[in-house]
């Protein structure tokens, strides 16, 4: 029975394992999303100022 629900998950297109991939690569790629509204301010307005300390 196994054999003949495999065979037709293949002349279907999409098998067990086919699924899990793509779920996989879902989980993977998609749900990782960045936030870049940080990004909209210029670089130079986000770095902190570095203070010089002479020595003496």
Known sequence: MNR???WLEQIA???RD???RWALAQEIFVAQRL???ALQKPACWR???HSIS???
């Open 4 to 6: 003949i629900q495999k």
């Open 13 to 15: 297109g999409a098998s």
């Open 18 to 20: 086919e699924r899990h």
């Open 35 to 37: 936030d870049i509204s």
């Open 47 to 49: 770095r902190k100022g």
């Open 54 to 56: 002479v020595r003496r």
